[in-house]
């Protein structure tokens, strides 16, 4: 029976798209995207040539030409299609490995006259990538679900499929002649419903009988059209208008700062007719970690890289970039979008806590975090402090508040034994990006995760506030029992907290996390933030406020950002700095609420109590009652 793919809704055979009469691709999209419904659904559809396919949903198109009786897997067009924009101007290999010290294309095409564009016509007469992995067939279906998601839908203005609406293409690759191995590599591109964004990976299985290190690869290189074209060498170059975001991120807060370790903007040496006269206009954009992975796979083990997105942007204009990201966030990491109302409670004492539940019940908030200097103790294994604190949860689930607490993970030193070790001293302290931070392929690491998930699962909590997430170190130890060494260690570092994200996410445990770790399960992380500004004297801190969520909002959504409102005084500033007594400064208090909620943003009001009086409590309910009512239009 002929391997079949689908075409719109339809599935027919692969045989009879390359070398019959196959449905033309629908007409683009039409209207606003923004404003109107996208009617259109993403498919795989034959294109103008018997060996072309195309990725399509109406509003961008992705076309390749795959043969496999040449071998040639290679992607010959990126367009968008909303103004008829071709973005790519040369062809490039659909990924880069380097295995066993050796570096090899994957499909590609040679052989292009010109660099500055390419013409469909020139395509037939290039030839594939030498030495490259050869093209052999391909397939497609719905998208799966990248790790499980049970989502608290009470927190959520608005529902988002998951796994996202769309379709999955796979095209198999084997290993070139003599390479020494084998094996079997597959790159996979996903394109959403209503979605101006594709997204692409891959993997790699060792199906032979002998070992085999992938050392370094490339999942994503694209020759993009340059956003300007520059004699001189222009110290602030233009980039084309794409969002480029992975699933490979290190300490950051927002997008472009996480994606530094993989996301590159390069010059194209082998485009020698651009106008840069030193040829370094950025026009190529490649995706590579900066260091391993460094993986050894044994026979029948398969790699997976990290994940690449790309979102086509329409141009400059801030409120539809805004809103495309938005668009894109909502879409394919929807727990994002639960913004629960966050009580920050200084004590945990058992006692401290039941009140703080009670009067965040009375109110309306909806998330109770043990805080940090609270006594909270997520490491604590003991069955009596367990049991404490699933009493506390099961108490706070009576009311319908989530409860959880604080744990520091990095910025902090847990011995010189499991450290992460610094490279050129080979001792800890000196580089990290904390000044020190634990190793999470040490042997601590395997005790503190596995303390974290039999805390959730032993008492019921369902929030965690991961302070001080795995911020991208290295670690030179060859004695860790998680990674060899230097060249793997930052990999395994990244799979063991992203593994944990997922299995959180997966368990409906909301992570407050102040790092950008969303496509791996976050909820949130802070809009906007430095300490030292809620030691100021109150009415700065309102200003302050205001103008971390309008920046914050820029590049994220209202939900994906958390502020600070210090009840109490916190890090100084004395009784100018906060807000307590709460009946005493209740017009203050009043503005911060309607500040942060008329926003769609939650922020963490860290203190011992919501309210102190009947005139405080009746304020705070009533802004807590006049958002939930409007939550849909403010988190919009």
């Known amino acids: 029976m002929p391997k079949r793919i689908r075409i719109g809704l339809a599935l027919i055979p692969v045989a009879a798209v390359l070398a019959g009469d196959p449905p033309t691709i629908p007409a683009p999209q039409g209207g606003d995207w923004l404003v109107a419904p996208v009617t259109r659904t993403a498919g795989v559809y034959a294109g103008v040539h018997p060996s072309e396919v195309a990725l399509d949903n109406g509003l961008i198109r992705r076309s390749f030409r795959l043969d496999a009786a040449a071998g040639v897997g290679a992607c010959i067009s990126f367009e968008d299609l909303r103004d008829g924009r071709q973005l790519l101007r040369a062809v490039r290999p659909e990924a880069d490995v380097t295995i066993d010290g050796k570096a090899t294309p994957v499909g590609g095409l040679v052989g292009q006259p010109i660099g500055n564009y390419l013409l469909p016509a020139w395509i037939s007469g290039m030839k594939p990538t030498p030495g490259a992995w050869r093209f052999v067939s391909y397939e497609s279906g719905p998208i799966e679900a990248r790790f499980a998601y049970a989502p608290r839908k009470a927190w959520v203005s608005r529902e988002s499929a998951w796994p996202p609406k769309g379709v999955h293409l796979q095209l198999r690759f084997s290993p070139p002649e003599g390479a020494g191995y084998s094996g079997e590599l597959i790159v996979h591109y996903e394109m959403y419903d209503g979605l101006p964004v594709v997204c692409k990976w891959f993997n790699l299985k060792n199906r032979g009988s002998t070992a085999f290190k992938v050392d370094t690869f490339a999942s994503e290189s694209l020759a993009f059209v340059e956003a300007e074209s520059s004699v001189d060498v222009n110290p602030r170059p233009a980039l084309p208008d794409v969002h480029i975001e992975t699933d490979f991120t290190t300490v950051a807060m927002m997008p472009e700062v996480a994606q530094r370790e993989t996301v590159r903007w390069l010059p194209d040496p082998a485009y020698t007719t651009q106008v840069g006269y030193d040829l370094k206009t950025p026009c190529l954009m490649e995706c590579r970690p900066s260091v391993g992975p460094a993986r050894v796979l044994k026979p029948g083990e398969t790699f997976e890289s990290f994940r690449t997105w790309i979102l086509v942007q329409e141009g400059k204009d801030q409120t539809r970039r805004t809103l495309a990201l938005g668009r894109m966030y909502r879409t394919l990491a929807p727990w994002s979008q639960e913004n629960p109302l966050i009580f920050h409670v200084r004590s945990a004492d058992p006692p401290a806590v039941r009140a703080a539940i009670d009067q965040a019940a009375e109110v309306g908030f909806e998330l109770l975090i043990m805080t940090f200097g609270s006594g909270f103790d997520i490491e604590n294994t003991t069955p009596e402090y367990r049991k404490k604190i699933k009493d506390l949860a099961d108490y ?241």
């Not at 790092?515 to 300490?531: H, L, Q, V």
């Not at 103008?547 to 004395?574: C, H």
Request: glycine share 12%; hydrophobic share 35%.
């Open 396 to 636: 706070a689930h009576s009311k319908g508040i989530a409860l959880g607490g604080y744990s520091l993970l990095a910025s902090r030193s847990v011995g010189a034994d499991d450290d992460v070790v610094n490279p050129k001293t080979g001792k800890p302290g000196g580089f990290a990006i904390f000044g020190n931070s634990p190793c999470l392929g040490s042997a601590w690491a395997d005790r503190y995760f596995h303390a974290l998930t039999t805390f959730y699962e032993e008492t019921g909590c369902d929030v965690l506030e991961h302070d001080g997430s795995y911020p991208g170190d290295v670690c030179a130890s060859t004695k860790h029992p998680g990674h060899a060494g230097l060249e793997d260690s930052r990999w395994t570092q990244w799979e063991r907290i992203t593994g944990f994200y997922r299995w959180c996410r997966g368990r409906g445990v909301y992570l407050n996390v102040p790092d950008w770790y969303f496509m791996n399960g976050a909820n949130k992380t802070g809009m906007g933030y430095r300490e030292t500004n809620w030691s100021l004297p109150r009415e700065q801190q309102e200003i302050i406020e205001r103008q971390n969520i309008a920046d914050g909002t820029r590049f994220k959504t209202p939900s994906m950002g958390w502020m600070f409102v210090p009840l109490t005084e916190y890090q100084g500033g004395g009784a100018a700095a906060t807000i307590e007594p709460l009946k005493e400064h209740l017009d203050h208090y009043e503005r911060r609420l309607q500040n942060l909620l008329g926003a769609g943003v939650q922020a963490c009001f860290r203190g011992p109590r919501l309210f102190d009086a009947p005139e405080t409590k009746a304020m705070v309910a009533k802004w807590v009652g006049w958002y939930k009512a409007r939550r849909a239009i403010l988190e919009s």
